[in-house]
């Protein structure tokens, strides 16, 4: 048997994790949303452990905590949604490169990917915005 640390990126030593680094990725957005008060920006580290768990491997996916932490800074400002989904939508880091997360925990679950996928769906598709005009001008390619 061979135990590894739930993200191998943010492991210090052995299943101790780096926390500051796991921050660190953050800095740019806390620098943007100067009008958090700290114990919102505090909220953060309630969901970053939900980024160690994604099979997702690219070091500039912003990560799955984060995108909740976006969704619940949403309910508690929403007058600034419009600025949040820029942060939701960036192509490269972005909510759209989620992958499942259920078969990721033990026993198998599907509520955090329900989550994702309603949020996704109920805020991010709704949004007007023209990136997303365009996807909806898409049609699947049916073979035969």
Not at 28 to 33: L, N, P
Not at 76 to 90: G, S, V
Request: proline share 4%; net charge negative.
């Amino acid at each position: 048997w061979q135990i590894e640390p739930l993200s191998i990126y943010y492991a210090t030593k052995d299943l101790l994790l780096n926390k500051e680094a796991l921050w660190k990725k953050y800095e740019g957005f806390f620098q943007w949303a100067d009008f958090l008060n700290i114990d919102e920006k505090n909220e953060l580290g309630k969901y970053l452990m939900l980024n160690l768990i994604t099979p997702m491997s690219d070091e500039h996916y912003l990560g799955d905590g984060f995108f909740l932490y976006l969704k619940w800074l949403i309910s508690r400002h929403p007058e600034k949604i419009r600025e949040i989904m820029q942060w939701l939508i960036e192509p490269r880091k972005g909510i759209l490169n989620f992958v499942s997360l259920a078969d990721m925990v033990y026993p198998r679950a599907t509520a955090l990917d329900e989550e994702m996928w309603d949020f996704i769906r109920d805020v991010v598709l709704s949004y007007d915005s023209r990136q997303w005009q365009l996807l909806a001008t898409l049609k699947p390619q049916r073979k035969g």
